[in-house]
């Protein structure tokens, strides 16, 4: 059975740090990329990261480039989403998803897979 599970969500502070895990069972990242996706109350889900299965090209939405990185070990079958200088506007709840291939995507349709989500709240 696929299954991801996200953790590292929490409280920070603004100008703060979080790295968020996404750990896959049942199917191998070596077949799958993964996206980063958050959902603020009130708003749509939206595209933050992604990272190809087959080269580990990333991909980031425009409101957290140079602040985010997206990476992965595929020995461990996780992908991290390392999150610097943190704003009040990142506050959400963060879900990864896998999709079957490379082809990069921001666009939550195209994802097959989705965990459970972890809240981020950046607040002081």
């Known amino acids: 059975q696929l299954q991801l599970v996200e953790s590292g969500g929490g409280l920070v502070q603004p100008g703060g740090s979080l790295r968020l895990s996404c750990a896959a069972s049942?199917?191998?990242?070596?077949?799958?990329?993964i996206g980063w996706f958050r959902q603020a109350p009130g708003k749509e889900r939206e595209g933050v990261s992604c990272?190809?299965?087959?080269?580990?090209?990333?991909y980031y939405a425009d409101s957290v480039k140079g602040r985010f990185t997206i990476s992965k070990d595929n020995a461990k079958n996780t992908v991290y989403l390392q999150m610097n200088s943190l704003k009040p506007e990142d506050t959400a709840v963060y879900y990864c998803?896998?999709?079957?291939?490379?082809?990069?995507?921001?666009?939550?349709?195209?994802?097959?897979?989705w965990g459970q989500g972890t809240q981020v709240t950046v607040s002081s």
């Open positions: 998803a896998a999709r079957w291939g490379s082809f990069l995507s921001l666009q939550s349709y195209q994802y097959n897979y």
């Open positions: 049942g199917f191998t990242l070596d077949y799958y990329t």
């Open positions: 990272i190809s299965n087959s080269d580990s090209t990333t």
